[in-house]
Nanobody, 122 residues
Framework: VQLVESGGGMVQPGDSLKLACVTSGRTIVGYAMAWFRQASGKEREIVAGITWSGSTTYYRDSVKGRFTISRDNDKNTIYLQMASLKPEDTGVYFC????????????????WGQGTRVTVSS
């Protein structure tokens, strides 16, 4: 599976961005997917997850009410709409197939795309 993330950029606090992740090589139908991010010098962390049908979503506490994850299975694409961005949202954002376990999502595959960088700074 190939994952190509896009939509990142440099924005000011309070701005919005919409990230997209296009998968190829296999359909995403039937697979939960998630967005992860990695800030400089820190470990990769879960941001948001979504079931294969899109009926259930998960968000880490710090992004609840600001970020929205969605998916278009026909286009093999997942999205992350980010609003009211904060400097602490800065990092490289990745998508991946995910597994839900004990209240959170974890990457189901150790193969990652190049990610898309989000920088929030005034």
């Amino acid at each position: 599976v190939q994952l190509v993330e896009s939509g990142g950029g440099m924005v000011q606090p309070g701005d919005s961005l919409k990230l997209a992740c296009v998968t190829s090589g296999r359909t995403i139908v039937g697979y939960a997917m998630a967005w992860f991010r990695q800030a400089s010098g820190k470990e990769r962390e879960i941001v948001a997850g979504i079931t294969w049908s899109g009926s259930t979503t998960y968000y880490r506490d710090s992004v609840k009410g600001r970020f929205t994850i969605s998916r278009d299975n026909d286009k093999n694409t997942i999205y992350l709409q980010m609003a009211s961005l904060k400097p602490e949202d800065t990092g490289v954002y990745f998508c991946n197939e995910a597994l839900y376990y004990r209240g959170s999502y974890y990457p189901a595959d150790d193969s990652w795309g190049q990610g898309t960088r989000v920088t929030v700074s005034s």
